[in-house]
Antibody, heavy 116, light 111 residues
Framework: EVQLVESGGGLVKPGGSLRLSCAAS????????MNWVRQAPGKGLEWVSS????????YYADSVKGRFTISRDNAKNSLYLQMNSLRAEDTAVYYC?????????WGQGTLVTVSS | QSALTQPASVSGSPGQSITISCTGT?????????VSWYQQHPGKAPKLMIY???NRPSGVSNRFSGSKSGNTASLTISGLQAEDEADYYC???????????FGGGTKLTVL
């Protein structure tokens, strides 16, 4: 069974940093592209970042470019999102999701709250 | 990255059919067959219901179907059931961005 479990969310002050993790199991992690998608409270979905299976291709939304860094460790079956210079508008539930243009598997999400 | 356009809300009675539209441009919905639809219940993660315009993942009811005409994709739910009440999001590959793009979401109410 495919499982994606996010962790690392929490309350952080504006300008602060946070590192999200996503532990994957039940499939060959190194064979799939992975993504971070976020959802602000009461709002829609926003594709944040994606990384190819071997980390050769990495993409970011304009809203996070230069502040967020996606990475993966295929040996540890883990996906990461390093978030720096956090802003109030980054407050959201962050989901990791497997796939390329369609996302058949999602984690349960981790809440990031940016507030003073 | 501009969001795809969906109606904010739709409603229908049990047993009826409803259709949710998703309008983009020739750079996304109209130009490629990488349109997906997701169902999201409150407090839950999104669930893939349709991929590549009209394909259903294993386990998704055949009451859900997808189609596309020009720059507009559609999700049709037939034989509405109470458990279909949820938010629905479309998404598409887009040549104008290196990431996919989502629609703004549609709240389906089963009356």
């Amino acid at each position: 069974e495919v499982q994606l479990v996010e962790s690392g969310g929490g309350l952080v002050k504006p300008g602060g940093s946070l590192r999200l993790s996503c532990a994957a199991s039940g499939f060959t992690f190194s064979s799939y592209s992975m993504n971070w998608v976020r959802q602000a409270p009461g709002k829609g979905l926003e594709w944040v970042s994606s990384i190819s299976s071997s980390s050769s291709y990495i993409y970011y939304a304009d809203s996070v470019k230069g502040r967020f860094t996606i990475s993966r460790d295929n040996a540890k079956n883990s996906l990461y999102l390093q978030m720096n210079s956090l802003r109030a508008e980054d407050t959201a539930v962050y989901y990791c999701a497997r796939g390329e243009w369609e996302l058949p598997y999602w984690g349960q999400g981790t809440l990031v709250t940016v507030s003073s | 990255q501009s969001a795809l356009t969906q109606p904010a809300s739709v409603s229908g009675s049990p047993g009826q059919s409803i259709t949710i539209s998703c309008t983009g441009t020739s750079s996304d919905v109209g130009g490629y067959n990488y349109v997906s639809w997701y169902q999201q219940h409150p407090g839950k993660a999104p669930k893939l219901m349709i991929y590549e315009v009209s394909n259903r993942p294993s386990g998704v009811s055949n009451r859900f179907s997808g189609s596309k005409s020009g720059n507009t994709a559609s999700l049709t739910i037939s034989g509405l059931q109470a458990e279909d009440e949820a938010d629905y999001y479309c998404s598409s590959y887009t040549s104008s961005s290196t990431l996919g793009v989502f629609g703004g979401g549609t709240k389906l109410t089963v009356l």
